[in-house]
């Protein structure tokens, strides 16, 4: 028996105790950074079952983990411990930005620099060529070709020229050498109204810029630009001249050109500083307004303020007298008379109504009105329903009377008049008053005036 209970002790023991078991690991969370060598990640657990008194218990590090991410440089950094070291053109966090070194002293260029992904290049204008030392040489184009002269050829710096022996003459092209000049010897070149040149070894009339030649190849008509280049004025008026870019656009006012000098646009005058308004200016499409403050009015110039005489306003704005200020008016009143609430209406001393007074509070004066107000209301509503009742009640006596007279009742009941209410009464309780019918007699014969309301004839 002892062994058996020792035995079950010693299973309870080992059973009761109860180290700590971590729950599964979340999911990880965005890394901190997409580049660079500072990113990181973390992912968390909670606890699945907790310890006993003499179970292990759960380190810290079991329930958050933490690691490295995106660590990397791009466009070939290197990843140092805090940083990436950019390779020359690069440059932010990640290596990640295009250093544009054109943007400093031209890239240290003579003629032309371009810039490029993590470098730059220089360049030269045409004539000239790039040497070892990011130089821009002149290129003899004579020296190759002869620069492509039938003739002479002459180099220039940055350039050439072609020529021909006498008694050849250059033609048009620049580099072709004619015969002889055909201009001169050909008698249908005087007929050339601006120029002449030689073209392939012959004559050919030339024209200055903006005109071109007709069909006679002799005479030059004017280019109409405003024909040859729709888009020239848009949204304005193109007026056509004589000679080159002599074509004119007119964009109206509050218009002008663009910085292409083709189209109209809205010029904002307020902007440019060109309104000329002395107070407030508010541009509109193709123009401008001018706005002033209150109290003024726009001059005849329709850009200046001045001072608005509301005192000369039909109707007047004062009741009485009217004194002009800047910006503004007051009214005045006379000697015995006092301005209202609306400081325009001028009305006798201490009769001027005043709903509120200049503190917003209610006066001592304003408070007597409104008692009295309510007072007089109050004795007008209780006088009413006094009469109602007397109406009433008289009139229903009247009625039972009438309705006994037309329903043929051998007795009809009396009527009396009772002094305590003051009011006619209907005896129903068998005890008629003799000495009051005498009295009573004035409403009975108001009831015989309206006995035909009820159907009755009177004999």
Not at 85 to 90: D, I, T
Not at 275 to 287: F, L, P
């Amino acid at each position: 028996m002892l062994p058996l209970l020792l035995s079950v002790l010693f299973l309870h023991s080992v059973s009761a105790k109860q180290d700590c078991i971590p729950d599964q690991w979340e999911d990880w969370s965005s890394c901190t950074t997409t580049c660079g060598a500072t990113g990181t990640r973390q992912r968390s657990r909670k606890i699945a079952i907790l310890p006993t008194v003499d179970g292990v218990q759960c380190s810290s590090l079991d329930f958050l983990e933490v690691e490295g991410c995106n660590r990397f440089c791009e466009n070939g950094g290197i990843l140092q411990s805090t940083m990436c070291q950019c390779l020359q053109g690069y440059s932010g966090s990640c290596c990640e930005l295009d250093v544009d070194e054109c943007a400093n002293a031209n890239g240290g260029c003579q003629h032309k620099c371009v810039n490029e992904i993590g470098s730059f290049k220089c360049e030269c204008f045409a004539g000239f060529e790039l040497n070892d030392m990011n130089v821009c040489k002149d290129i003899d184009e004579c020296s190759v070709g002869n620069g492509g002269c039938d003739n002479l050829c002459m180099n220039y710096y940055g350039s050439h020229v072609c020529g021909c022996i006498p008694p050849k003459i250059l033609e048009m092209d620049g580099r072709s050498c004619s015969s002889e000049n055909h201009c001169v010897t050909d008698p249908d070149a005087v007929h050339c109204e601006h120029g002449c040149v030689i073209h392939n070894n012959q004559f050919k009339c030339e024209c200055p810029e903006g005109f071109t030649l007709n069909e006679s190849n002799f005479e030059c008509d004017d280019i109409d630009e405003c024909q040859s280049n729709p888009m020239f004025c848009a949204g304005g008026t193109c007026i056509s001249g004589r000679g080159p870019n002599k074509a004119l656009c007119n964009c109206g006012i509050g218009r002008g050109l663009d910085s292409d000098g083709e189209k109209c646009i809205d010029v904002d005058e307020c902007k440019a500083g060109i309104s000329q308004c002395s107070h407030t200016c508010v541009n509109k499409n193709a123009g401008h307004v001018c706005l002033c403050p209150a109290g003024m009015i726009i001059g005849k110039d329709h850009k200046t303020c001045e001072d608005e005489n509301e005192c000369l306003r039909d109707p007047p704005p004062c009741s009485h007298s009217c004194h002009d200020l800047i910006g503004s008016y007051a009214c005045a009143c006379p000697a015995n008379m006092e301005l209202e609430h609306d400081n325009r209406t001028c009305c006798e001393i201490g009769k001027c109504i005043r709903p509120l007074s200049a503190e917003g509070k209610t006066t001592t004066s304003q408070k007597l009105v409104i008692t009295v107000s309510v007072l007089a209301v109050v004795i007008v509503g209780i006088l009413v329903v006094v009469i109602w009742r007397m109406l009433k009640r008289n009139l229903s006596t009247s009625e039972k009377v009438l309705r006994a007279i037309k329903h043929g009742e051998p007795s009809p009941p009396d009527v009396f008049y009772n002094p305590n209410t003051e009011s006619m009464e209907l005896e129903t309780r068998g005890m008629g008053v003799a000495d009051e019918v005498s009295r009573a007699e004035p409403y009975q014969t108001f009831h015989r005036k309206n006995v035909k309301n009820y159907g009755i004839t009177e004999e």
